[in-house]
């Protein structure tokens, strides 16, 4: 059988079980979605862009079943920070669980709700940025969430939004297979602060569509879910006008597969675009950041900063380029992923790229794999700090140029706290 | 206070022998000196005292007020009282010097039972030693150690060393790198920390140190072994002659 036959075999089977509304203005990015999808198929082991991360899991038609994860009492990340809530349960959204939505200059809608409406400034955005960021590389798991998702959020941001507005993925079935697609438009000059958090589900396949126009700034930070067997492909993809500003910071600890692509486009001058993750994996962890950054118009600057620190087996991957576009002159890139392996059982897999084509560029990436440095926590122990605790130190300041991406400081410092306690838990 | 005995020490990767049946005992209260050869494991001897790994023990002992040093962690030693200035202190990025210090104070006070010390009480102490010391308070807000000058390092040393109040002070070459005027001052803080119930064992090359650290002994180390132990004046001797005489003379 050819590759082509066995990925659209696969493919079949992964989508039979999945509803497709045809209704309203969806119903047209997703049957093209659909067709796209039929064309590319899913990926396979032997792409390019899957070598190092087994999409097996992500492919198959049902779930791998995922113990729930119980927190006791342990306080959750962003639970000290004044947010708006949305509460979603298995992907279905949970407005008994939910705050009240309505946040000056800031419109929220549920997806389901408004797809039958006649016209929605969303449609022109669904599905419009996921499909300009399959080039050059195909991101089927993406194109399989627009044609198939079943709820999601359309954040329009007029102006600035006083609080965060916070997306709760809550896990109640060890089964549940959860698609969900989010579209958030900002204006020019509009600012937002989206936090998301939870286990989500078994298997949780999300989209993030991000326009965002000229001046306008948006700060993304996630806490990806703790339970420790839930499956993950994440897709953000964001376009980014003059002068305007995008952050992402992703935490993630344990999961037993979290594949996290971010695709991003500067189209506009001057634009600003960070992408940052600290991964902390015990054991059966693999976590793949795929990051592809385009400079498309002169003057923009973009950060990725990625450290995982992995032991007991945990395998980290990092994929990330940065391509710069003829136009792009005075670019700024800078690209750092980093690993502290705990042990020799853990590894990490780095695929660093630079594509570009402008002569005033200023690039420059660099990818390291280490051990904790034993000189260092001997001079603490020497001075009376027990092993552990120099081990957490140290683990903490390796971390810390990718929390430092936080601009808030109350959020950065709920990170670290998060961070810290995880250190605690996983100490031997 | 301390005492060594019969200490034999050989690299753990290695069949390398460095310490070949090292005795020494300090009394509480008082200060000795070890000089001795670039090579012939005066290093090493701190770093066994104090619990590094890559080393091994093969013979011998090292007691601390009775204690058996040997057996513990390194953290353990230094909350039994042991301290060591390093010859090359150690660069840790990310690591804040405040929050090193005090996680240290804090560390020490809890494996001895004792109560932690408030924020607010320990940058009113931390912030007074820095001054004696010459210690900016920018250079404490800093990661330890990165971007210090040599002689910064060393000021760093003695301000950690004063901040645990240890009992047992071994100061590996604390005066290398340090101008006239640093040296006063790192002197100046050992002696104050100087009392019946303190002991200091200072490793140095240079008998200029022990012009403003007076020592009660001195000690000879050569090839592993302390080769002749005296008074202020073997120092002076060693100054004058270097070491050829004095290991003739064993020989
Ligand atoms: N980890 C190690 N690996 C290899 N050799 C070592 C190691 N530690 C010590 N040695 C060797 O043991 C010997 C003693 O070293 P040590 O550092 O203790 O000397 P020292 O007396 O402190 O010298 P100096 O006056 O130059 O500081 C040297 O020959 C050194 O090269
Ligand atoms: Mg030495």
Known sequence: ?428 | MLEINNLHVKLEEEDKVILRGVDLKIKAGEVHAIMGPNGSGKSTLSYVLSGRDGYEVTDGSATLDGEELLEMEPEERAAAGLFLAFQYPVEIPGVGNMTFLRTAVNAQRKARGEEELSAGDFLKVVREKAKTLKIDAEMLKRPVNVGFSGGEKKRNEILQMAMLEPKMCVLDETDSGLDVDAMKLVAEGVNALRDAGRSFLVITHYQRLLDHIKPDVVHIMSAGRIIKTGGPELALEVENNGYADILAEVK
């Open chain 1, 1 to 428: 059988m050819s590759v082509a036959q066995v990925k659209q075999d696969a493919l079949a089977a992964r989508i039979a079980d999945l509803s497709f509304a045809e209704k309203g203005w969806l119903a047209a990015p997703r049957r093209a979605a659909l067709d796209r999808l039929s064309a590319v198929g899913l990926p396979g082991k032997r792409d390019e862009y899957w070598r190092y991360t087994d999409p097996a899991a992500l492919n198959a038609p049902a779930a791998a079943p995922a113990a729930l994860f119980d927190p006791g009492d342990e306080p959750q990340v962003f639970d000290q920070i004044d947010r708006v809530k949305l509460v979603f349960v298995d992907g279905v959204f949970d407005a008994a669980a939910s705050d009240d939505p309505r946040l000056s200059g800031v419109e929220i809608e549920r997806l389901t709700e408004v797809a039958t409406r006649d016209s929605h400034w969303a449609s022109g955005l669904y599905g419009a940025l996921e499909a300009r960021g399959q080039n050059p590389v195909s991101r089927p798991q993406a194109i399989l969430n627009t044609a198939f998702a079943t709820d999601g959020v359309l954040i329009r941001v007029t102006g600035q939004a006083k609080k965060p507005v916070s997306l709760i993925y809550k896990q109640g079935s060890t089964t549940s297979d959860v698609i969900l697609h989010h579209c958030i438009q900002l204006e020019a000059g509009a600012e937002l602060t989206l936090l998301e958090n939870g286990a989500a589900a078994a298997r949780l396949n999300t989209v993030m569509e991000v326009e965002v126009d000229d001046g306008a700034r948006f700060h993304h930070i996630r806490g990806q879910g703790r339970a420790h067997e839930r499956q993950a492909v994440t897709h953000i993809f964001a376009r980014l006008g003059k002068e305007s500003s995008f952050k992402s910071f992703t935490l993630s600890a344990n999961g037993r597969l979290t594949r996290n692509e971010c695709v991003i486009e500067m189209t506009g001058e001057n634009a600003v675009a960070h992408v940052a993750g600290a991964a902390v994996g015990d054991g059966d962890f693999h976590h793949d950041d795929t990051v592809f950054l385009t400079h498309g118009a002169p003057g923009c600057e973009s950060r990725q900063v990625f450290k995982k620190v992995l032991k007991n087996g945990a395998t980290g991957v990092f994929q990330g380029k940065i391509l710069v576009k003829q136009v792009a002159q005075k670019t700024d890139g800078y690209q750092i992923s980093q690993s502290l392996l705990l042990d020799d059982d853990s590894q990490f897999l780095a695929k660093p790229e630079l594509e570009i084509y402008a002569d005033d560029v200023k690039c420059s990436h660099g990818s390291t794999s280490g051990a904790i440095d034993e000189t260092a926590l001997f001079y603490l122990q020497s001075r009376g700090v027990p092993k552990s605790i120099a081990q957490s130190l140290l683990v903490l300041a390796f971390l810390a140029e990718a929390i430092s991406e936080i601009e808030d400081a109350e959020i950065a410092e709920d990170i670290r706290t998060r961070l810290e306690s995880w250190l605690e838990r996983h100490e031997r």
